[in-house]
Nanobody, 116 residues
Framework: QVQLVESGGGLVQPGGSLKLSCAASGFTFSTYIISWYRQTPGKERDLIARIFESGGETYYADSVKGRFTISRDDAKNTVYLQMNILKSDDTAVYYC?????????WGKGTLVTVSS
C-alpha cells in the first residue's frame, strides 16, 4: 500500500523556521521525483519545490527561492522541506507528491500557519 505521510506542520511566527517531513512507503522511493505543493482555501494547489532522483537537481518556485530547501534521504524514504524566513503568505496546507513510471501519489497534507 502506497503511503506519503507529511509531518512537521504547525504554528510559527513570521520570520521563523519550520521543517516538514514526508515519509514514503509502498513504492521504490529513490526512483521517483518528489515534490512539495501547497494550497490555500479557494486557490489551486501550487508546486513550490521539487527534487529529482538521486537528489542531484532541484526546482523552486520564485515565491520560496532562497528561503526553502528541499532534500531527500533515500535510505529513510523521506523527503524534507526546510522553510526559513517564513511569511504570512506561506500559510497553507503543504502536500507531498511523488511522480514516477506514470504513477502519481499524494499525501494528505500538513497545515502550516504563519502568524504572530
Amino acid at each position: 500500500q502506497v503511503q506519503l505521510v507529511e509531518s512537521g506542520g504547525g504554528l510559527v511566527q513570521p520570520g521563523g523556521s519550520l521543517k516538514l517531513s514526508c515519509a514514503a512507503s509502498g513504492f521504490t522511493f529513490s526512483t521517483y521525483i518528489i515534490s512539495w505543493y501547497r494550497q490555500t482555501p479557494g486557490k489551486e494547489r501550487d508546486l513550490i519545490a521539487r527534487i529529482f532522483e538521486s537528489g542531484g537537481e532541484t526546482y523552486y518556485a520564485d515565491s520560496v527561492k532562497g528561503r526553502f530547501t528541499i532534500s531527500r534521504d533515500d535510505a529513510k524514504n523521506t523527503v524534507y522541506l526546510q522553510m526559513n524566513i517564513l511569511k504570512s503568505d506561506d500559510t497553507a496546507v503543504y502536500y507531498c507528491h511523488a511522480l514516477g513510471y506514470g504513477m502519481v501519489y499524494w499525501g494528505k497534507g500538513t497545515l502550516v500557519t504563519v502568524s504572530s
